[in-house]
């Protein structure tokens, strides 16, 4: 998969050329300063913005649109409030049986750990559980890649610990290609395979990081802090606090 | 901040709901009585004239055929209103050159009174039925379209962009996500559109037809100054638009359109 692209949103000049490869199955995060463009990105890649200038090609095509075999799992409230979690779910489930349907979103929603919530509405969960729900909605639609943007974004420390956890797990099961938007640091060090390092604005990819550490990652490591310490070098940040 | 836990409900019935308002009732009518008496006004009625009033209409088969008369009005007038005015603001809504269009003319229609379209009714449509219906649906579909439209115009970009994602069709995604997220906020139309229906109704009925609790307000006072008759008339006119605005509210209940408004 590669995407060669110049595009620029309103008159600033958002993303510069942005060439970059991911490969099936990876866990490829994308970091970067706040306002750097990369949730501009992710969107021209999902197909929900069009570029301004250039070609963004998915697999050798070029994206036209939102597309269902590419799954985008959003920030906040992506998850829709009149349906029961059961619903949101099967949602992306139309074509299939309804017995198929049942057992798909039963499948899910076990994996994502919401059983016993499925005639819950959204309004009655936690913010944890309602990213839940919006995971399993995108995993139950098969979809070769998913885009996440910024998921765990909204919730607190605990819980953004636990969500990576239950991340890494479904997604060693599934075996899915992820493409990771964040701005946390630690966040793409623990998660992913690979880590690609934007710039400022105009944005690029200034630094490509792999992350060869075996899973489950440990935050004590050395390995860990080195590589996170090269991404912080790389943003020209330091690792001092108070400095 | 959220966090792992689900939040609480907090569900608790208490008896003060009922007797606060009954207490302050009492304390009216006996405010109310006392005024009169002390006044020494021997036309406006006391409490108890009232409800004698009230017994009258009720022997005489009156109150219920009103009742009935007026509602029946209100019922094809808003029933009108919401067929129209609900595809008609969701239309305006979506649609940019659509809203172009016809929104000025929403705009320049809706704060004309109803009560000014009295004497174009009675010209159109005589002293029928259809005379205030006309007016009911006039003053309902202007608040029904416009909540319709904002509720599409305010509508979250993240549901329309997660819907398009799974590939669905105009029209699947107009029935599965467009019109269910923009419910609630135009039941809250449906609600506002009914009170101002039921006003009008009144208003309509002084004027234009014989039946009804607005004809029989203006009835009693005009056919032997019988105030008891009017207040009990404004009594039950009151009594029965509360009741309307209660059942509105159920539909608020419903889990698909809950989520709208904010927890209480």
């Keep these: 998969m590669s995407f060669p692209g110049k595009t620029a949103g309103e008159q600033i000049h958002v993303l510069e050329r942005i060439d970059l490869e991911v490969a099936a199955g990876e866990f490829v995060c994308i970091v970067g300063p706040s306002g750097c463009g990369k949730s501009t990105l992710l969107n021209i890649v999902g197909g929900f913005l069009q570029q301004t200038r250039g070609e963004a090609l998915v697999e050798g095509q070029p994206v036209s649109g939102p597309d269902p075999r590419r799954i985008f799992v959003f920030q906040e409230n992506g998850v829709f409030p009149w349906l029961t979690v059961r619903e949101n779910i099967g949602f992306g489930l139309g074509q299939k049986s309804a017995e198929e349907r049942d057992k798909t979103v039963a499948h899910y929603t076990e994996m994502v750990g919401l059983t016993g919530f499925e005639a819950a509405y959204p309004r009655e969960l936690s913010g944890g559980m309602r990213q839940r729900v919006e995971i399993a909605r995108a995993l139950a639609a098969s979809p070769d890649i998913i885009y996440m943007d910024e998921p765990f974004g909204a919730l607190d420390f605990i819980t953004r610990l636990k969500m990576r956890s239950d991340l890494i797990r479904i997604w060693q099961a599934e075996k899915k290609t992820i493409l990771f938007v964040t701005h946390d640091i630690e966040e793409a060090v623990q998660l992913s395979d690979r880590v690609l390092v934007m710039s400022k604005r105009p944005a690029t990819i200034q630094t490509v990081i792999d992350i060869d550490l075996p899973r489950p990652r440990d935050l004590d490591s050395p390995g860990y802090l080195h590589k996170r310490d090269a991404i912080f070098q790389a943003m020209g940040m330091s690792v001092r606090i108070g400095a | ?264």
């Design chain 2, 1 to 264: 901040m959220s966090d792992d836990t689900p939040p609480q409900r907090a569900a608790r019935f208490s008896w003060s709901v009922i007797l606060m308002p009954l207490g302050v009732a009492v304390i009216l009518l006996t405010a109310w009585h006392i005024a009169v008496k002390v006044s020494g006004h021997d036309i406006f009625p006391t409490p108890l004239e009232v409800l004698r009033g009230f017994g009258e209409l009720v022997q005489q088969g009156l109150l219920l055929k009103y009742i009935v008369a007026s509602l029946f009005r209100v019922s094809w007038g808003f029933s009108l209103a919401v067929v129209v005015g609900v595809p008609l603001g969701l239309l305006i809504g979506w649609f940019s050159p659509v809203f172009s269009a016809l929104n000025p003319f929403i705009q320049i229609l809706r704060p004309i009174s109803p009560i000014a379209w009295i004497p174009i009714a009675i010209l159109w449509f005589g002293r029928e039925d259809t005379a205030p219906v006309f007016l009911i649906f006039l003053a309902s579909v202007f608040p029904i379209a416009v909540s319709a439209t904002a509720a599409v115009q305010n509508m979250q970009p993240v549901y329309l962009r997660a819907a398009q994602n799974f590939g669905l069709s105009k029209g699947q995604l107009f029935r599965r996500v467009i019109f269910p997220s923009c419910l609630p906020q135009i039941i809250t139309g449906l609600r506002i559109a009914l009170g101002i229906a039921w006003l009008v109704v009144v208003a309509a009925e002084m004027i234009a037809v014989d039946s009804g609790l607005g004809y029989l307000i203006i009835d009693a006072r005009n056919a032997g100054k019988r105030y008891d008759l009017v207040v009990a008339g404004m009594v039950m006119i009151g009594l029965i638009g509360l009741v309307l605005d209660l059942v509105i509210r159920r539909l608020e209940r419903f889990d698909e359109v809950r989520w709208g408004y904010s927890n209480r």
